[in-house]
């Protein structure tokens, strides 16, 4: 089979690192894919959006599947684009991607179906939710409705951070047009934890659970990025974790979405909080996870693409999973998620055996050496058989590859070992 992955970043690397071990696989090709990418797969210079090149590329190459990475072309309708000429495409369709494109729908959907989440409120009018949150206090969340790469929101301690947030999002509309709504949310105490799962209509076949780490600095403060880092199991959740959050969340939502007349095809993603009384969702996303997607495939026995193929074709999945325990640590552009200089030379990536497991999000190749070319740089993972030894050599697989104007934390994980330390 030709496969095409739609993408460039660190989940597409791992994506297309995946595909490649298949034994079904013909040719892998990623648009735009990177550098790095171009080591096991073919890049073809088009952008992730242009959905009219990206057909006639997949016509023109016989590709039989074709994988969307990020939530914007799936938002923006790729996967009912190639459906419409014939293509075999995995992803929900425009409608059903807006359990993630839109957080008032996504919200509407949880209200109406008894879907676990927190309480929240959506607001046009800056005034309206200026008053709501000082009526409501503090810790509160403020969230942008449209799509803002993980940025777009607000965890506040206080009132005045929430009247800055709202501020930023609806008067210097800071995220664009994704900031026109906003959703104001009642702030969740909790164990956070991440599960993905194949859809398809009211089957849903859940991926192994892992954690993200959100926040840019040490002990999981400082500002909201794309992810610094995840894991993979997380041991500190309950032993039912997983199931109680497929009965209660997963399962509910799939038939939520057939109810709704958006039956969902695809990877679901869940971000969940265990609170006191159970798991609660803090969004969905229509696509796999990044960085936790770099975890959780070097965990996956089975081969993916036959995994997908099965899934596409309504039949339950083979889905094997390696005991051992994976971390994964980003590398990140000093000054991230604010701004950031590219092309900073990263001298010492070739320090890394073939062993290690590397996905890129954000480098390039200049006069044969790389170099940051984004926000987060990449992602270096590790398999081991118990998690803090993942940890640990994770850990020292980064210290050797990093270099100056790059910062990573080196505390992923530490939830899970329940270290003091950062806390
Ligand atoms: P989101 O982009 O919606 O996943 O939010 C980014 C991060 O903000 C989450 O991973 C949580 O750490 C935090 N967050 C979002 N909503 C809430 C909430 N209602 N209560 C507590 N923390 C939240
Ligand atoms: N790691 C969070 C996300 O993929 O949105």
């Known amino acids: ?24 696989v013909g040719t892998i090709y990623a648009a735009p894919g990177s550098a790095a990418i171009a080591e096991v797969a073919v890049t073809v210079d088009i952008a992730e959006t242009d959905g009219e090149a990206l ?12 994988i969307v990475g990020p939530e914007q072309p799936l938002v923006d309708g790729m ?32 209200a109406t179906y008894d879907i ?45 951070e929430a009247v800055d947030a709202l501020t930023e999002i609806m008067k210097d509309a800071r995220f664009g047009a994704a900031g026109d709504q906003v959703v104001v949310e009642e702030f969740l105490a909790g164990e956070e934890f991440s599960l993905m799962a194949f859809v398809n209509g009211e089957n849903v076949y859940p991926l192994v659970l892992s954690q993200d780490h959100k926040r840019a600095f040490l002990g999981d403060k400082g500002p909201n990025t794309g992810g610094m880092g995840a894991y993979s199991p997380v041991p500190q959740l309950p032993d039912d974790a997983l199931l109680t959050a497929m009965v209660n969340i997963m399962e509910p ?13 695809g990877l679901l993603y869940a971000g969940l909080i265990w609170t006191s009384t159970g798991p609660k969702v803090i969004e969905f996303n229509c ?7 770099q975890v959780v495939l070097p965990r996956l026995k089975s081969d993916l693409l036959q995994v997908m193929n099965d899934v596409l074709n309504g039949q ?29 030379p990263l001298p010492n990536l070739h320090e890394v055996d073939t062993q290690t497991l590397m996905f890129h999000a954000g480098t390039k190749q200049v006069d044969g050496g790389w170099q940051s070319d984004g926000g987060r740089i990449l992602l270096v993972a590790s398999l081991a058989s118990h998690l803090e030894a993942a ?33």
């Open 1 to 24: 089979m030709n496969v095409l992955v739609i993408g460039k970043g660190g989940r597409e690397h791992a994506l297309a690192w995946k595909l490649v071990q298949s034994d079904q």
């Open 55 to 66: 057909v006639a590329f997949a016509k023109d190459k016989a590709i039989d599947l074709t």
């Open 79 to 110: 996967v009912d684009r190639f459906e419409a000429e014939g293509l075999k495409i995995f992803g929900p369709n425009r409608q059903a991607a807006e359990i993630e494109g839109s957080k008032a729908f996504a919200k509407y959907l949880m």
């Open 116 to 160: 676990p989440t927190a309480d929240h409120q959506s607001f046009t009018d800056y005034d309206e939710a200026v008053a709501y949150v000082e009526e409501k206090g503090a810790p509160i969340v403020i969230k942008a409705d449209g799509l803002a790469s993980g940025k777009g929101v607000t965890v506040a301690a206080s009132v005045a």
């Open 253 to 265: 939502t799939a038939r939520a979405m057939i109810a709704e007349g958006r039956p969902y095809c």
């Open 287 to 293: 696509r796999f996870g990044d960085p936790e997607t």
């Open 316 to 344: 339950s999945p083979d889905l094997e999973w390696d005991e051992r325990a994976c971390c994964g640590i980003v590398l990140a552009s000093e000054g991230y998620p604010g701004s950031y200089e590219k092309g900073t």
């Open 391 to 423: 940890i640990d050599q994770a850990n020292q697989v980064i210290e050797r590859v990093q270099s100056d104007g790059t910062f990573y934390r080196e505390d992923i994980g530490y939830r899970a070992l329940n270290k003091a330390k950062y806390a």
